[in-house]
């Protein structure tokens, strides 16, 4: 499936590029773009990752670690391993996501835009090459003689029957499957 | 294949009570008491396309030649088996709002006999002459 959504996602955007290929005005690439994607609609954002501008700032290295400083760090230790932790956190996450406010408006040149339709071009036929195999497969021939084979004696009725019966304990059996909940699934997360 | 080829040797089965040839399409012929039955058809190549997906041990091939079921008042196939090959294999399919299936004696005296060839399926509805004794 994920193969599947992959190609229609560089199926959509390389049709988005092949459009504005065409386009004489440049568009503003930097706002974000819908597609729908089988349905599903794509939030597309062009970004090269030079421009990331980070969401937060790292902490001044030079700040000085003076003897006021140590004062005022005589907190306990365990505050300031979970101020440290927090921020470890969401600077980890600040660097993983994009910043989707359109800041500055620097349209794409006709080139940019050949040269990232032929990129995903190659891409998709990448992608085509895996995903072909997974076409619906056609029907198997189960028999050069049907008419011989539909002719020939019927199963036993007390076969069919017997098989119904196990059949249906099983079907029966397969109903009666269910999730045991023990614990709670959610739970509040504690930082001692 | 000619249609009338290939209706020719279902007409002469012996107590058949009527048959379907299905191809991707949709249905090539029909007589009997599936005459222009679609609906049971649909039915049917659902039925075909999962079971044909059937393999064993990493076989090339479904270990089946011939299915055989009946079809319960909602149109759902009610019992599948799957003889001509070395050792019997059997499945069910079962509606799911049917509580029990085998609460009583079969009144049918009727059965769907299936086969695929040559990308067409082949449907025969066939009576059921002899019955074996029940067993209770």
Redesign the interface.
Same mark, same amino acid.
């Given at each position: 499936v994920k193969q599947f959504l992959l190609q229609k996602f560089w199926q959509a955007s390389l049709c988005f590029f092949t459009q504005l290929s065409n386009n004489q005005n440049p568009i503003n690439l930097k706002q974000p773009v819908i597609l729908n994607v089988c349905g599903l609609d794509v939030f597309l954002v062009l970004q090269d990752p030079s421009e990331r501008k980070p969401l937060i700032t790292q902490p001044n290295p030079d700040r000085p670690l003076n003897g006021t400083d140590w004062s005022s760090a005589s907190q306990p230790t365990a505050r300031t391993d979970e101020q440290a932790l927090l921020t470890s956190i969401l600077t980890k996450t600040a660097l993983n996501i994009i910043d989707v406010s359109a800041t500055d408006s620097q349209g794409m040149e006709q080139h940019e835009y050949m040269d990232k339709a032929r990129q995903y071009s190659t891409k998709l036929a990448l992608l085509s090459n895996s995903l072909s195999q997974k076409k619906p497969t056609?029907?198997?021939?189960?028999?050069? @003689?049907?008419?011989q084979?539909?002719?020939?004696d019927?199963?036993?009725?007390?076969?069919? @029957?017997q098989?119904?019966?196990?059949?249906?304990y099983a079907?029966s059996a397969i109903s009666q499957i269910k999730v045991d909940a023990k614990e709670e699934l959610v739970v509040q997360f504690a930082i001692p | 294949m000619t249609t009338s080829a290939l209706t020719q040797g279902l007409e002469r089965i012996p107590d058949q009570l009527g048959y379907l040839v299905i191809s991707e399409d949709g249905v090539l012929a029909s007589a009997g008491e599936l005459e222009n039955d679609e609906h049971t058809a649909g039915i049917i190549m659902q039925m075909v396309r999962t079971a044909c997906r059937f393999r064993l041990q990493g076989a090339a091939e479904p270990p089946f030649k011939r299915m055989s079921g009946r079809l319960n008042k909602t149109g759902h196939l009610k019992s599948l088996t799957l003889p001509h090959t070395n050792t019997q294999y059997y499945c069910s399919q079962h509606d799911a709002n049917q509580h029990s299936v085998l609460s009583s004696v079969m009144l049918e005296d009727y059965v769907y006999t299936v086969t695929v060839s040559g990308q067409k399926v082949f449907v025969v509805k066939r009576q059921i002459n002899q019955r074996d004794p029940v067993v209770v």
């Open positions: 056609p029907l198997p021939s189960l028999t050069s @003689q049907p008419h084979v539909l002719a020939s019927l199963v036993p009725y007390s076969d069919v @029957q098989v119904s019966k196990i059949a249906a079907y | -």
